[in-house]
């Protein structure tokens, strides 16, 4: 991969961030999912003055420049910090799995 400043960065097929394209700064960005609500997250929460807590997650492909390219997780859990882990391939297709799991496994079907 080339990140000469010179040259900048060949972009991932996937991209769609235009911000500072073609510079070595660029980071690429493909399209976010859609936001899933977290109605769970609800449960240990305490709603605040209005009684509305905002809680969702979205997953977005990235590859900032001189790094694997990786899923990002955004999580917004109410008031709390956002959460933003990055994950290889792999990771993200075990963590997948192992939701499904769990989801089959509550509702009874694994
Ligand atoms: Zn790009």
Known sequence: MNTNQTTGTECAPWCTNEDARGRADHTCMGD???CIELTAALDYLT?????IESSFCFVTPVREADRRPGVSMTWE???HPEF??????????RIAAELVAAADLIEGGG
């Open 32 to 34: 976010s999912s859609d």
């Open 84 to 93: 933003r882990p990055r994950l290889t391939p792999g990771e993200a297709r």
């Open 77 to 79: 859990v109410g008031d």
């Open 47 to 51: 709603l605040d003055e209005d009684g």
